[in-house]
């Protein structure tokens, strides 16, 4: 229901782009996320969408440098992340059916497959 595509092996600095498309009208009627899970620790937010009309919340480790955004006509969203660290290194997850908290969003109910996301110094 959930395609992350975009990840990839990068450079200290350089830029992602990543992708999730939705099988159906996820984006437009329910709250989604991007999350993270690093090797060993736990799956953590990184950003998302309270629902279909509201402005994206940011995890601090990624505000200034991650842009989350969505195309609701063709049920995509976007991860672009630049500057990239090799502290951000994780499998990435698009999410969505999600619950709204006051600074994060989740926890969510339908879950992608997961791109790789490795950043070399």
């Known amino acids: 229901q959930l395609v992350e595509s975009g990840g990839g092996t990068v450079r200290a600095g350089d830029s992602l782009n990543l992708t999730c498309e939705a099988s159906f009208g996820t984006f437009t009627s329910y709250a989604s996320a991007w999350y993270r899970q690093a090797p060993g620790k736990d799956r953590e937010f990184v950003s998302g969408?309270?629902?279909?009309?509201?402005?994206?919340f940011y995890a601090d480790s990624v505000k200034g440098r991650f842009t989350a955004s969505k195309d609701n006509a063709k049920n995509m969203a976007y991860l672009q992340m630049n500057n990239l660290k090799p502290e951000d290194t994780a499998v990435y997850f698009c999410a969505g059916s999600c619950y709204v908290g006051s600074t994060t969003i989740g926890p969510c109910d339908v879950w992608g497959q997961g791109t790789q996301v490795t950043v070399s110094t």
């Open positions: 969408f309270p629902w279909s009309g509201g402005s994206p």
